[in-house]
C-alpha cells in the first residue's frame, strides 16, 4: 500500500491556469509537507501544515496555496502558473507526537511542467 | 537560518569499494538527521535517521554518525554496488518539527 500519495504524476498546463495537486497519506500522521525541487534537485520547504497551525516558507509567493479538507490530505493549490512554477512538487507526511522517530515519508513527486 | 552541505557533490567509484558521503549543518538544534536515497526520475526514500540524542544507525551496509557538537554526519556504505548509484540527500529536521531542511545531495555512480 502507497503510504503518501499524491496526484497527478505529470502535468503539463498553459501560463496563467489555475491548478491543484493532491496528496493523500494513510500513515495516521498528524503533520503534512510540500516541497518543491527545482531544476538544480535543490528541494526546499513550502509549507508544512497540522492540525493546529500552518507554517508558511516566506518565500513562497502567495499564489500557492495549501487546502487541507482532512488530517489525511494537503491539496496543493497554484493560481495564476509562470514559467518558473516548473518543477517536481513532494508531498510528505509525519507524525509530530515522535511515533516512528519523527520519520518524514514521501510521496513520489509530481512534475509540474508550464508552458 | 540552518544550512546544510554535502561533499562531494558527485562521486564515481568501482563495485566494491567504501565509501563515506559527508554531511555538515550550521546549527546543532535539530531534532533529528535523516539519509534519504533519490533515483532519477522518482521520489524520495529514506534510508536511516537519527534521533538528536543518538550517535549512529545502522541498516545493512549503511551506517550513519551524527556529531552535534561540530555540526557533522557522514553516510558509510559498505561494499558498494551498482544498484546504489543514486543521489543522497542529508536533511535534518528542525526542532519544532516543522521543517526538513536538505542539503544539494552527493550523485553516486558505482560501476561494475
Known amino acids: 500500500d502507497t503510504a503518501v500519495s499524491q496526484t497527478p504524476k505529470y502535468l503539463v498546463t498553459q501560463m496563467g491556469n489555475d491548478k491543484s495537486i493532491k496528496c493523500e497519506q494513510n500513515?495516521?500522521?498528524?503533520?503534512m509537507y510540500w516541497y518543491k525541487q527545482d531544476s538544480k534537485k535543490f528541494l526546499k520547504i513550502m509549507f508544512s501544515?497540522?492540525?493546529?497551525?500552518?507554517?508558511i516558507n516566506e518565500t513562497v509567493p502567495n499564489r500557492f496555496s495549501p487546502k487541507s479538507p482532512d488530517k489525511a490530505h494537503l491539496n496543493l493549490h497554484i493560481n495564476s502558473l509562470e514559467l518558473g512554477d516548473s518543477a517536481v512538487y513532494f508531498c510528505?507526511?509525519?507524525?509530530?507526537?515522535?511515533?516512528?522517530?519523527?520519520?518524514?515519508?514521501f510521496g513520489e513527486g509530481s512534475w509540474l511542467t508550464v508552458v | 537560518k540552518q544550512e546544510v552541505t554535502q561533499i562531494p557533490a558527485a562521486l564515481s567509484v568501482p563495485e566494491g569499494e567504501n565509501l563515506v558521503l559527508n554531511c555538515s549543518f550550521t546549527?546543532?538544534?535539530?531534532?533529528?538527521l535523516q539519509w534519504f536515497r533519490q533515483d532519477p526520475g522518482k521520489g524520495l526514500t529514506s534510508l536511516l535517521l537519527?534521533?538528536?540524542?543518538?550517535r549512529e544507525q545502522t541498516s545493512g551496509r549503511l551506517n550513519a554518525s551524527l556529531d552535534k557538537s561540530s555540526g557533522r554526519s557522514t553516510l558509510y556504505i559498505a561494499a558498494s554496488q551498482p544498484g546504489d548509484s543514486a543521489t543522497y540527500l542529508c536533511?535534518?529536521?528542525?526542532?519544532?518539527?516543522?521543517?526538513?531542511?536538505f542539503g544539494k545531495g552527493t550523485t553516486l555512480s558505482v560501476s561494475s
Open positions: 500513515l495516521g500522521h498528524d503533520t
Open positions: 536533511a535534518l529536521l528542525n526542532q519544532a518539527g516543522t521543517a526538513l531542511i
Open positions: 501544515y497540522n492540525n493546529k497551525e500552518l507554517i
Open positions: 510528505a507526511s509525519s507524525s509530530r507526537d515522535g511515533s516512528s522517530g519523527n520519520t518524514i515519508y
Open positions: 546549527d546543532s538544534a535539530i531534532y533529528n
Open positions: 537519527i534521533q538528536s540524542s543518538q
